[in-house]
Every structure is written in C-alpha cells, then in structure tokens.
C-alpha cells in the first residue's frame, strides 16, 4: 500500500467550470475525509465518509460540492460551477473507524486554482 | 464545538536549538486525543505525535516532545536538536466529536542554519 493518493495534483479551471477530484485511501482505512486548506490556513473540513456512507457534511460543502464513495472505496469530489473563491487545496485523509487512537493519514492534495 | 488556537503565526530558530509551539483548545469532553501534524513545503501532512488526555505522562517521539497540561488545555510541542528539514507548517488538531479532526492556524517554523 502506497498510503492515501490524490489525483490530480494540480488543476487550473476557468470560472463556471466543473471539477472532479479523487482520492484513494490506504485500503483497510473504512473512514476517508475531506477538506480544503487555503494559502497559510489550517484545514478546514468538509465531509467524511465511513465505508459508503457520508456521514457529515460541514457547512461550507455547498450545494455545488458533492462528494461520493461507491462501494466504500476511492472517493470523488465535485465542484460544479466553480468560483474564484473555490481556488484552494483539496486535501484527502483516511483513517480507522475509531479516530482517536490513530490519526489520519493524508494525500498529498490537489490544488485549485480558479482564473 | 471544539476549538484549537495556535497564537503563534511565525517562528524561528537556528539549528541544534530547541523551539516550542504553543496550542490551546477547548473541549468539555474528559477523554480525548490531541495531535500535532507537519506540513512540509511539498504539502504533505504528517503525524507528529499524538497525546492521550488521560495519560499524565506527556508523550515523546524522538526529537519532539509535548507539554500537556489538561487543566490548562495547553499543547504545547517542543522541538529539540532542530534540524533544517523541520522547516514547515505545524498543527495542533483535535477530534470533534470523534468524527473529524479540528485544526488550528498553524505556525510556520523556519530551522535557519
């Protein structure tokens, strides 16, 4: 297992555009998350997945974010229509269901950059 | 909610020496977990060390250390014998509700040699 991969690394889109992220987890990690991190910020959350299930959603996923996880197993993020405010790092983790004990492990992310 | 504050944005050190990065949080939960992450230029986010609150004992992992000090709700990590490849983001984190991790600002720690 090569730890949590992120595709693609970096992604410049025009305003009003669609995109699609992807994460792979580490694969016996049952929990996978995102967020998003803008220049010289923490990470701030959006939604996290346990198996299949999107368990919570921040309020900042906005009706033009949707997050997927068929079969409990890689994950998708889209953005459609995006905005200039939209341009940020997309990061992904994956845990064990239990968080505490262990952590996250994160991909590298995919950066935004919306012109 | 559960809340993290590193009140340091920027700090320095030369190498060999020790720096600490301070972290406050709040909770009203008795159990719990608080965790440092690294952030390297090239992005990746990397597990530090990690404290269990009901543990006195603060947690050591090589070169980094913490302060825990429950009462006070202070994180503190201190790093020792700096090194160049230090160079990068910190965060202090902090599970919400044992869904998702919160984290703080960050503060930038630049090793000069």
């Known amino acids: 297992d090569t730890g949590v991969s992120q595709d693609p690394r970096h992604k410049i889109t025009k305003r009003g555009q669609n995109v699609t992220f992807r994460c792979d987890p580490i694969?016996?990690?049952?929990?996978l998350y995102w967020y998003r991190q803008t220049l010289g910020q923490g990470p701030e959350f959006l939604t996290y997945f346990q198996n299949e299930a999107q368990l919570e959603k921040s309020r900042l996923l906005s009706d033009r974010f949707s997050a997927e996880r068929p079969k409990g197993s890689f994950s998708t993020l889209e953005i459609q229509r995006t905005e200039q405010g939209d341009s940020a790092m997309y990061l992904c983790?994956?845990?064990?269901?239990?968080?505490?004990?262990?952590?996250?492990?994160f991909g590298s992310g995919t950066r935004l950059t919306v012109v | 909610a559960q809340t993290v504050t590193q009140s340091q944005p920027e700090m320095s050190v030369q190498e060999a020496e020790t720096v600490t990065l301070s972290c406050t949080y709040d909770?009203?939960?008795?159990?719990?977990?608080l965790f440092w992450y690294k952030q390297p230029p090239s992005r990746q986010m990397i597990l530090v060390i990690r404290q269990e609150a009901y543990k006195q004992q603060n947690a050591t992992e090589n070169r980094f250390s913490v302060n825990f000090q429950k009462a006070a709700k202070s994180f503190s990590l201190k790093i020792s014998d700096s090194q160049l490849g230090d160079t990068a983001m910190y965060f202090c984190?902090?599970?919400?509700?044992?869904?998702?991790?919160?984290f703080g600002a960050g503060t930038r720690l630049t090793v000069k040699p």
């Open positions: 983790a994956s845990s064990l269901a239990f968080l505490p004990d262990y952590g996250y492990t």
């Open positions: 694969s016996e990690h049952n929990r």
């Open positions: 984190a902090f599970p919400n509700n044992n869904n998702d991790m919160r």
């Open positions: 909770t009203s939960e008795n159990n719990y977990y």
